[in-house]
């Protein structure tokens, strides 16, 4: 006893303990206390009154848990607790180790302490729920859930299904917030422009000496004023003395206008389809783009859906129990990066009517880009396959194209899954059931009541306090008017703006063509409905570009590859067995990535091939005869300069030597004379043989009309006179003429060797920037882009995506307003990971989501039902959400997405050795492989360009006829 009251009374407290715990009586007291402070401390820890941590298991809680929070809860609340577990667990000797293994050891520490606390209460299962949702993910077998779950490691099956279905409940609650933030815009801009107008309408009375209590549609315009100008148009006043808002921003103004007293006094003929000002530089009719994603509007999304087919095999088959076809429709919504929320919305561009098929079609400007930036593509190729280039010029090649949203491309999209619906989108009925369905998310459209099966009880008793599932619901009035949730009852005004009508804000619906084919067909199904909501108007089709570019690529490969030529030195067929790529087949479609691993590798030999016979180099990592002197004092731009010349010297030589698509853009091929009576309308090219009845009836529903409201005015038969005729021909032919130096090789036989190599490498490049202007969301290029693929879906028998081709280019330059145009040329993409160069096509994220569901329904078996489908559909999201949490929290590196390719230089050389060899980038008349006997250098001038106007001609009347304009 003396030690230790000697020890106390010293201070030296450590003494007194080693003390104590020499004599068991005390030691026995010691450990005893201690043990009773450490069971109070769990007992504080699992009380309902201070909830821990481990007892959160909602949405948020699980998708954002972290084991750093729990350890420093218990630093906090359960001191003892805590440095138990941790000087059980953690030697002297291994806490002096690195950060990671220290952290990961935390992490153990947490889940023991964890597994402790949940034995000890059962609602301190936050952690389980965790592993729980980790298994789900990776769709583990209910074998191992139960073997887990009886040491205490993760929750029953059962358990883990049920939070599943809490999930499900509120699934789409970001998507709702963001419908409420559009329908608050659609309030933001109401009242906006009823300050604006309230503003200056007494000022505009006086000015024009209009009376503010005689006013009527005929004799008052609309007012707009903005920026200090104010700009008069027609339609201001409705019958009921109310003004028409213009949400048309305008800065373009009468020149000489010296103060806000000038005013611009239009009429509605004037200025009808005519966006001037900030809007055509958005849609970029100006040629240049300003920075207008800087707006006060929350921005806009879209929903994206595709088909999901699964085949269920049958083990044991007889005659009732066969193998089956589910046929399931899966769907997203995703945020637009790009905000055009704060452009006009009111009405179309232009009539597509007034569009001239140049428009369709490439311009001498859009040829000279893809030079430009096939030019590009060539450069990358040559620095990263060829020595010299490696080493002198790689810092001088661009690895992105900047344009205008580079730096709203590189974000992070934010994308969540809306469900899986078993429907077959083939069935025209259950096609609208999907439509229908997505179209509950257009902002001003009111939700679908849910089945009470898939509401919780809560929401059947209609008490819930999930702000995230409620808040942005709209509650649809006796007279058909919809409002907001958070209205007043008694005010009927959110932020004290009045609102009558919540009118529809249409959003992008995205598919593949064929879904885009069935959607719209589905929804002309329903053009009788009696409300917007009836005929879905809320949905705009757009097409998505992936498996526009698969069939790009099938494209090449009907052209290219042919089984018969394996002989034909350097043809695909050749090489494909010259290296031994089995898996490369004819069919793109059953083998994508193994086509494109191969036909990467025969481009890249192609354009090294193509540069070494130009710059006369004998092999690959030679230095150029070229060679440019003190290249290794030239700055970065020299060099650029230097690469890019060359690159555009060896497509002078063999891509643009017959390649002028331009050429089809004649302007006479609009309208071409043809003998007989015609209707008479601009624009219009029916001729009939004589003037009676029918010319009579066509010109009473001539869809040209509508543009001029004025009778008909060529009564006369048109005839051609010779000197006419044989101009029109001359100018017809000349789309389809070759180049003198050309015909004249002809005459001397042609090379069809050269021009089969020449004319792949033409399509390989097209492909190649395709994909580049897709990794960095560049939708002007995108959009040129689609100008050629017209062409060349056109030509070889897509007529589908031919036609898709047109509508987009359409929608983008007439049909749709600028706020949608300009959606629909920008917002064609997602990014998963976030950064630069890595944006995918909207339709090959849904195919991810459909990978990521077969897994899950494959292990369903005949267990399907509505339910168990709708439970993975909801939860995708939630569960990749807890992967990436128990990855960070764990610190794992998870996987990167990049998959690790073997080296293929062996596979370059070998090509490059091969078209060496045949000298196939050397013109020597008469040569030919003999499955490819007659080559065209240029495929395209095989195209019939008076056709072709016409087909044109008639798909934009088509288009007119559903035009709202």
């Known amino acids: 006893m003396a030690p230790m009251v000697k020890a106390l009374v010293k201070g030296k407290f ?20 201690v043990v009773e402070e450490a069971a109070n401390e769990c007992k504080g820890l699992c009380s309902d009154l201070d909830k821990s941590y481990l007892r959160g298991n909602g949405t948020a809680a699980l998708t954002t848990f972290n084991w750093d929070a729990v350890i ?11 440095q138990f577990l941790h000087n059980c667990s953690i030697s002297r000797r291994s806490s002096i180790g690195d950060t990671t293994s220290m952290k990961q050891k935390s992490c153990k520490i947490a889940m023991a302490g964890s597994l402790m606390l949940f034995s000890r209460n059962h609602k301190m299962n936050a952690a389980q729920y965790f592993n729980s949702l980790v298994l789900a993910r990776s769709n583990c077998d209910t074998m191992v859930y139960k073997r887990l779950n009886a040491i205490g490691l993760c929750m029953s099956y059962t358990s883990t299904l049920r939070k599943l279905d809490t999930f499900s409940e509120v699934f789409d609650s970001p998507v ?46 609309a007012v707009h004023v903005a920026e200090g100008q104010c700009e008069i148009t027609s339609e201001i006043y409705n ?10 921003p305008s800065s373009d103004t009468v020149p000489n206008a010296k103060s806000d007293k000038n005013c611009t006094l239009t009429s509605q003929s004037s200025t009808k389809h005519a966006y001037t000002g900030s809007v055509a530089m958005a849609l970029n009719l100006n040629g240049t783009s300003p920075d207008i994603t800087e707006t006060c509007f929350e921005p806009g999304y879209s929903v994206v859906f595709d088909n999901l087919d699964l085949h269920m095999k049958t083990r044991h088959m007889t005659m009732e129990k ?15 990066r790009m905000n055009f929320e704060n452009l006009p919305d009111d009405k179309p561009i232009t009539d597509v009517l007034t569009l001239k098929n140049s428009t369709f079609l490439p311009t001498v400007e859009d040829t000279r880009n893809l030079k430009s930036d096939l030019a590009v593509v060539i450069a990358r190729i040559l620095c990263s396959d060829m020595g010299f280039f490696r080493t002198h010029f790689k810092d001088a090649v661009d690895d992105h194209i900047p344009h205008q949203f580079s730096k709203e491309s590189a974000q992070k999209s934010e994308l969540i899954p809306l469900g899986i619906l078993m429907k077959n989108e083939c069935i025209t009925e259950e096609c609208v059931d999907v439509l229908r369905y997505l179209h509950q998310f257009v902002p001003g459209a009111p939700y679908q009541a849910r089945p009470e099966s898939q509401m919780s009880s809560d929401e059947q008793s209609g008490d819930t306090d999930d702000e995230e599932s409620s808040e942005s619901f709209l509650n649809l009035k006796q007279d058909g008017t919809t409002m907001s949730s958070n209205i007043d009852s008694d005010s009927d005004q959110i932020g004290c703006v009045p609102v009558t009508k919540t009118k529809l804000k249409r959003i992008l619906c995205t598919g593949d063509q064929l879904s885009v084919e069935r959607a719209v067909n589905g929804i002309e199904a329903l053009a009788d409905g009696q409300t917007p909501e009836d ?8 097409i998505a570009d992936w498996h526009a570019d698969q069939i790009y690529l099938q494209t090449i490969w009907s052209e290219f590859y042919n089984t018969g030529s394996a002989r034909d030195e350097g043809t695909l067929y050749h090489l494909r067995n010259k290296l031994d790529r089995r898996n490369v087949v004819k069919d793109v479609h059953n083998d994508i990535n193994s086509v494109r691993d191969f036909h990467n590798v025969v481009l890249r030999g192609h354009v090294v091939a193509a540069a070494m016979k130009h710059l006369g180099m004998e092999n690959i990592d030679d230095k150029p005869r070229k060679f440019p002197r003190g290249i290794e004092v030239y700055t970065t731009q020299d060099k650029k300069d230097y690469i890019l010349s060359v690159a555009n010297e060896i497509l002078d030589k063999n891509v643009f030597t017959t390649f002028h698509p331009e050429d089809l853009c004649n302007d006479v091929f609009e309208s071409a004379p043809v003998p007989g009576f015609k209707c008479g309308y601009p624009g219009c090219d029916k001729v009939y043989k004589k003037k009676g009845k029918r010319l009579a009836n066509h010109r009473t529903g001539c869809i040209y009309r509508r543009l001029h409201q004025t009778t008909p005015n060529n009564d006369t038969e048109t005839s051609l006179p010779t000197n006419v005729q044989t101009d029109v021909d001359l ?30 490498l033409r399509m390989a490049l097209l492909d190649a920037a395709l994909k580049d202007s897709t990794r960095e969301s560049d939708g002007e290029r995108r959009l040129r882009y689609w100008k050629f693929l017209l062409l060349y879906f056109k030509l070889y028998g897509h007529t589908k995506y031919s036609i898709e081709a047109v509508r987009l280019l359409a929608q983008v330059n007439a049909m749709l307003t600028p706020r949608m145009a300009a959606k629909i040329k920008w917002n064609r993409t997602v990014n998963l990971k976030g950064g630069e160069g890595k944006n995918i096509p909207d339709d090959l994220a849904m195919e991810f989501l459909n990978k990521d569901a077969k897994k899950r329904l494959q292990r369903l078996g005949p267990n399907m039902t509505e339910l168990s489908v709708k439970r993975i559909g909801t939860t995708l999201k939630v569960l990749s959400d807890v992967d990436e949490s128990f990855d960070r929290c764990t610190h794992i590196h998870g996987k990167s997405g990049d998959h690790t390719k073997p080296g293929d230089k062996n596979d370059l050389l070998t090509v490059v050795s091969v078209l060496n060899k045949k000298k196939v980038f050397d013109f020597e008349s008469g040569r030919y492989h003999t499955q490819f006997p007659e080559f065209p250098h240029n495929r395209l001038s095989e ?19 559903k035009q709202n304009v």
């Not at 019958?239 to 048309?248: A, F, M, V």
């Not at 076809?325 to 919504?333: E, I, M």
């Not at 106007?949 to 934009?956: A, T």
């Open 943 to 961: 195209l019939d360009t008076v056709k072709l106007h016409k087909w044109l001609r008639g798909l934009k009347e088509e288009f007119a006829k």
């Open 72 to 82: 420093n809860e218990w630093a906090d609340r359960a001191p003892v607790f805590s």
């Open 14 to 33: 450590d003494t007194f303990a080693d003390s104590l715990l020499r004599c068991q009586h005390t030691k026995k007291a010691v450990i005893k206390r």
């Open 176 to 221: 709702r917030k963001w419908k409420s933030a559009v329908e608050n815009n659609m309030c933001t801009t109401n009242d906006m422009n009823t300050k604006q107008v309230s503003v200056n309408l007494d000022v505009i009375h006086k000015q024009h000496g209009l009376s503010p209590n005689k006013v009527s549609g005929e004799d008052v315009s």
């Open 535 to 542: 005929r879905l108007e809320g949905l705009e089709m757009k």
């Open 731 to 760: 100018v017809f032919g000349s789309a389809t003429q070759e180049p003198a130096d050309t015909i004249k090789k002809k005459e001397e036989k042609d090379d069809s060797i050269f021009n089969y190599h020449c004319s792949y």
């Open 239 to 248: 019958g009921s003395n109310e003004l028409l808002l213009s949400k048309i």
């Open 322 to 336: 066969r193998n089956q076809s589910h046929h399931f429709v899966n769907t997203y919504a995703v945020k637009d």
